[in-house]
Structure formats: C-alpha cells, structure tokens
C-alpha cells in the first residue's frame, strides 16, 4: 500500500500529465518605428499573445488555401503609440478584438503574374466603432504548406514584417505604415518545470500532515 505522500505524487502526476502535451499560448515582445510621427513620435513598442495551435478554419479567396484562426482569451495586443497604450483584449461583448490568422498565400494562382506562396501570419488589434484605432502585424515569409510550428519562430530573419496603424490615437482617420526593429519570444517555464515544482509542493504538504498524524 503506498504511503500518503507517494499517493500524493503519482495522483498529481497523473492529474498534470496532460497538460504538460496541451498547446499553449506565446507571447512576444516587439518594437518598431512608424513611417510618419504618431502622438508626437515614430516610436512604438508592446506584446502580443497568440495561440500556438491555431484551429478555427476561415473563409479565403479561392487563390489561398490553408486558412485557421484564433481569437479569445489565447489572443491578445498590447501597444504603446507615441506614449499612449492601447490594450486589446477580447471579452464576452467583443470576441474580436484581437485575432490571428495563419494562410498559405497565393497557393491558387498560377502564370508568371502569379505572385510567390508564402506563408503568412497576421494578428489584428482593433477598437471602436465611430473613431476606431487598429494595429495589424504582418509575418511573412515564402513556402508551399502551412508550418503552425513557425508560429514560434516569428523573429527569424526569415520573415518579412510589416505594421500598420489604422487611425491611431492623436492622428487624423488614416492608416500608418511601420517595420519592427525588434521581436523576441517571451520564455515560458517548460510544463515538465511547472509539473515538477507542482509535484513537490504536493508532496511537501502530504508530507507535514501525515507527520501531524
């Protein structure tokens, strides 16, 4: 028969295992510069969290394929424009807010005008309805299929980045293009970390009450 606290451990082993083979969100933080001032300034800055494993299916042009999204509690933006910061978070009365979309783009077009496939990201801000402030971060890079497992590698040197900024705050109703200087993946403990500190504070706890015993 086990002790209590070897009890302990394997129940919560059992209970953390599928967890730790769950998707997760990722979380980036970036900067980059607009090409015209906004608030008095080129420079922005913020974060992101997308899903890792995208799965709503979405509607595309006949000449791209491959389409899935995600909004939600997985997807959210956060950006400062020319010191003001915009948060967007999507709730139960405004479920888009914030959305990511992965496509293959041009896969269905053919002839030498036919652009090149690639692979593309795009996670959507966007607030209000009478002055409405947008933010779209664009990820691309060239390829044939559809790679979710790129969706942790967005600051490679292999995509290509773009923003734009629709009607942001302090600025007349109009769109500002901009380019990231910089993204890097916010690290997140390995769930076989989490699940080993779980672990033994469990069994730390079942320890003391089977000593008070």
Same mark, same amino acid.
């Given at each position: 028969m086990l002790a209590r606290p070897s009890l302990a451990i394997v129940v919560s082993m059992a209970l953390l295992a599928p967890r730790a083979i769950e998707a997760s969100p990722i979380t980036y933080d970036f900067a980059g510069t607009f090409n015209q001032p906004v608030?008095?300034?080129?420079?922005f800055s913020g974060s992101f969290t997308i899903d890792s494993n995208p799965t709503v299916p979405i509607a595309l042009p006949s000449w791209d394929s491959g389409g899935v999204g995600e909004n939600g509690s997985d997807v959210s933006l956060t950006v400062n424009m020319g010191g003001?910061? /915009?948060?967007?978070?999507?709730t139960s009365q405004n479920p888009e807010n914030a959305t990511f979309q992965a496509a293959v783009i041009g896969s269905g077009m053919t002839g030498a005008s036919a652009p090149p496939v690639? /692979?593309?990201?795009?996670?959507?801000g966007y607030l209000g309805t009478n002055n409405p402030i947008?933010?779209?971060?664009?990820?691309?890079?060239?390829g044939t299929d559809l790679?979710?497992?790129d969706i942790g590698n967005l600051n490679s040197?292999?995509?290509?980045?773009?923003? /734009?900024?629709?009607?942001?705050?302090?600025a007349p109703s109009q769109s500002v293009n901009g380019s990231l200087t910089s993204i890097e993946q916010v690290p997140a403990p390995e769930?076989?970390?989490?699940? /080993?500190?779980?672990?033994?504070?469990?069994?730390?706890?079942?320890?003391?009450?089977?000593?008070?015993?």
């Amino acid at each position: 028969m086990l002790a209590r606290p070897s009890l302990a451990i394997v129940v919560s082993m059992a209970l953390l295992a599928p967890r730790a083979i769950e998707a997760s969100p990722i979380t980036y933080d970036f900067a980059g510069t607009f090409n015209q001032p906004v608030n008095g300034s080129n420079q922005f800055s913020g974060s992101f969290t997308i899903d890792s494993n995208p799965t709503v299916p979405i509607a595309l042009p006949s000449w791209d394929s491959g389409g899935v999204g995600e909004n939600g509690s997985d997807v959210s933006l956060t950006v400062n424009m020319g010191g003001q910061t /915009v948060n967007f978070v999507n709730t139960s009365q405004n479920p888009e807010n914030a959305t990511f979309q992965a496509a293959v783009i041009g896969s269905g077009m053919t002839g030498a005008s036919a652009p090149p496939v690639s /692979v593309d990201f795009t996670l959507q801000g966007y607030l209000g309805t009478n002055n409405p402030i947008g933010l779209s971060l664009n990820f691309s890079h060239p390829g044939t299929d559809l790679q979710l497992a790129d969706i942790g590698n967005l600051n490679s040197p292999s995509f290509t980045a773009s923003v /734009v900024a629709t009607n942001p705050p302090g600025a007349p109703s109009q769109s500002v293009n901009g380019s990231l200087t910089s993204i890097e993946q916010v690290p997140a403990p390995e769930p076989s970390t989490l699940a /080993v500190f779980a672990v033994m504070a469990i069994a730390a706890m079942a320890h003391r009450r089977f000593r008070r015993s």
